[in-house]
Protein backbone atom coordinates (compact mmCIF):
# COMPACT_ATOMS: atom_id res chain seq x y z
CA UNK A 1 0.00 0.00 0.00
CA UNK A 2 1.07 3.53 -0.73
CA UNK A 3 1.08 5.96 1.84
CA UNK A 4 0.12 9.44 0.70
CA UNK A 5 2.18 12.42 2.90
CA UNK A 6 0.33 15.92 1.82
CA UNK A 7 2.11 19.04 2.59
CA UNK A 8 0.02 22.45 2.23
CA UNK A 9 3.52 24.23 2.02
CA UNK A 10 4.24 23.00 -1.51
CA UNK A 11 2.95 25.59 -3.50
CA UNK A 12 5.61 27.88 -2.22
CA UNK A 13 8.11 25.39 -3.00
CA UNK A 14 8.55 24.51 -6.67
CA UNK A 15 6.29 21.62 -8.12
CA UNK A 16 4.66 18.63 -6.67
CA UNK A 17 3.80 15.34 -8.31
CA UNK A 18 0.20 13.95 -7.52
CA UNK A 19 -0.65 10.68 -7.97
CA UNK A 20 -4.12 10.73 -5.67
CA UNK A 21 -6.92 11.83 -7.25
CA UNK A 22 -8.86 12.68 -3.70
CA UNK A 23 -5.86 15.18 -2.45
CA UNK A 24 -6.04 16.32 -6.14
CA UNK A 25 -9.75 17.09 -6.58
CA UNK A 26 -8.76 19.14 -2.96
CA UNK A 27 -6.72 21.33 -4.97
CA UNK A 28 -8.27 21.74 -8.24
CA UNK A 29 -11.49 21.38 -10.19
CA UNK A 30 -10.98 18.69 -12.57
CA UNK A 31 -11.91 21.29 -15.61
CA UNK A 32 -9.08 23.64 -14.46
CA UNK A 33 -6.20 21.00 -15.13
CA UNK A 34 -4.53 21.66 -18.09
CA UNK A 35 -2.51 19.23 -20.28
CA UNK A 36 1.35 19.75 -20.94
CA UNK A 37 0.40 21.14 -24.67
CA UNK A 38 -1.59 23.81 -22.85
CA UNK A 39 0.70 24.50 -20.12
CA UNK A 40 3.72 24.57 -22.79
CA UNK A 41 1.20 27.03 -25.03
CA UNK A 42 1.16 29.48 -21.75
CA UNK A 43 4.69 30.81 -22.30
CA UNK A 44 3.92 34.22 -23.91
CA UNK A 45 0.54 34.12 -21.89
CA UNK A 46 0.67 33.23 -18.22
CA UNK A 47 -2.27 34.01 -16.31
CA UNK A 48 -2.57 36.55 -13.51
CA UNK A 49 -4.51 34.27 -11.02
CA UNK A 50 -3.77 30.59 -10.88
CA UNK A 51 -6.85 28.01 -11.00
CA UNK A 52 -5.32 25.90 -8.51
CA UNK A 53 -5.08 25.78 -4.58
CA UNK A 54 -6.68 29.07 -3.89
CA UNK A 55 -4.59 31.06 -6.87
CA UNK A 56 -0.87 29.39 -5.67
CA UNK A 57 -0.48 26.74 -7.72
CA UNK A 58 -1.43 25.54 -11.56
CA UNK A 59 -2.03 21.70 -12.38
CA UNK A 60 -0.57 19.98 -15.55
CA UNK A 61 -1.90 16.81 -16.29
CA UNK A 62 -0.34 14.19 -18.85
CA UNK A 63 4.05 14.21 -18.00
CA UNK A 64 3.58 11.00 -17.15
CA UNK A 65 2.88 10.22 -21.16
CA UNK A 66 5.79 12.25 -22.37
CA UNK A 67 8.11 9.88 -20.20
CA UNK A 68 6.89 6.83 -21.13
CA UNK A 69 7.69 6.81 -24.85
CA UNK A 70 11.09 8.10 -23.83
CA UNK A 71 14.08 6.15 -22.79
CA UNK A 72 15.54 6.93 -19.47
CA UNK A 73 18.85 8.84 -20.30
CA UNK A 74 15.90 11.20 -23.13
CA UNK A 75 13.68 11.64 -20.21
CA UNK A 76 16.15 13.11 -17.70
CA UNK A 77 17.66 15.07 -20.69
CA UNK A 78 14.08 16.50 -21.39
CA UNK A 79 13.30 17.21 -17.38
CA UNK A 80 16.54 19.06 -16.90
CA UNK A 81 16.64 20.99 -19.98
CA UNK A 82 13.51 21.43 -21.56
CA UNK A 83 10.79 21.29 -18.57
Same mark, same amino acid.
Given at each position: MVRTRFNH? %??KRG? #?? /? %?DTTVLGRLVHPHKVVSLREFFGMVDNWPDELPAAGGD #? /??VAGMEGCLDVLNSEDAQTWLAGDL
Open positions: N %WPF #AI /L %W #A /LV
